[in-house]
């Protein structure tokens, strides 16, 4: 059985074949980055499953859709996607598509979407039970869609907490020796313990941390090659997560579980996460200064009920107005300096 995976997140892309090809009757035969790429292989290959995010640049999900419809008609199309919003469900299942499954619950129900839609029947993810049409009867229980802020139901696939713990930590650092300083030791202790490190920062920073951990002892490369370390570029990672200016739910719903499925995509139970990053520092740069708090808040919500910490680097203190540095503060469970 040929698939075609279509998403623009290639890290994304990475795990969906993963965890497909751990079926060995199933083959991913080509990944497409665009809307466009996605119809033109479609067309091409002819593949027996095609997963379609809504989301794609260049022409939409949808309306990739309904142009495989025409070129590829006998492909079964499966949405996999952030999007909550029932009116996307419908617009999505009424192009003929075999499925809707969310990316937060993927790692879970991808597979059975896959089957159902060799069978013949439509699936449509846990949270949408009872909402879309009565034909989607293939999915598990329910669990409920939530309120718009509500993280619970959408970020299956991050750790959950099981203390109190609620570390979301903000660094002040006057210069790099700082900054590598503090992320060195931070990336450490958690790999020591166990916990799988990722961290967001420029091209400069993610190389000279790499010497630092080197130097300091720490077994990187194993690290690497186990998929306990992750280093991504800041700049990037971002510009993922925002809409028309500001860190948005849906991306950052969309990106955060992506990073954590490369992690161990195999493991039932992902293991505790510590993030470190420099993308908020790269807001304040920027003047953007509610889109940088806007973050945190995300940042926090993921902290509060699953088991992630997170350090953020600032600037040093002294840069910031007295209000700026007191709503930065509070934004964190606490301040290094």
């Not at 920062?201 to 130097?215: G, I, Y």
Request: hydrophobic share 45%; proline share 6%.
């Amino acid at each position: 059985m040929r698939i075609l995976v279509a998403d623009d997140f290639s890290p994304w892309r990475r795990f969906m074949s993963s965890l497909l090809n751990q079926n060995p009757r199933w083959h991913v035969v080509c990944e497409a980055s665009d809307g466009l790429e996605a119809v033109q292989r479609a067309q091409e290959l002819k593949p027996d499953v095609i997963l379609l995010d809504i989301g794609l640049p260049k022409l939409n999900g949808i309306e990739a859709a309904r142009r495989i419809r025409e070129v590829a008609p006998n492909s079964k199309i499966l949405f996999v996607t952030t999007h909550l919003d029932t009116d996307f469900v419908e617009a999505a299942l009424a192009t003929g598509a075999s499925g809707y499954v969310l990316k937060a619950d993927a790692g879970s129900e991808l597979v059975q979407a896959v089957e159902a839609a060799l069978q013949g029947k439509r699936f449509v993810s846990r949270g949408f039970k009872g909402i879309v049409p009565a034909e989607a009867e293939e999915t598990p229980a329910p669990i409920g869609l939530g309120g718009s802020d509500d993280l619970a139901s959408s970020a299956a696939s991050l750790p959950r907490k099981t203390d109190i713990t609620r570390r979301h930590e903000v660094q002040f650092c006057a210069d790099d020796e700082c900054l590598l300083d503090g992320f060195a030791r931070f990336i450490e202790v958690a790999l020591k313990a166990g916990k799988t490190a990722i961290v967001s920062a420029t091209e400069p920073h993610r190389a000279a941390l790499f010497a630092r951990l080197q130097a300091q002892g720490v077994d990187i490369v194993a690290a690497i090659a186990q998929g306990r370390y992750i280093a991504v570029d800041c700049a990037d990672l971002l510009a993922k997560l925002m809409v028309d200016g500001m860190p948005d739910r849906d991306p950052f719903l969309s990106v955060v579980p992506a990073l954590l499925a490369c992690v161990a995509p195999a493991q039932a139970s992902p293991p505790p996460i510590a993030l470190c990053g420099e993308g908020t520092s790269l807001l304040w740069a920027r003047g953007e200064i509610d889109a940088a708090l806007r973050l945190e808040e995300l940042g926090s919500k993921v902290v509060k009920m699953y088991d992630v910490e997170i350090l953020c680097r600032y600037p040093p203190k002294s840069l910031f107005s007295e209000e700026d540095a007191r709503r930065i503060c509070a934004a964190h469970t606490a301040a290094r300096t």
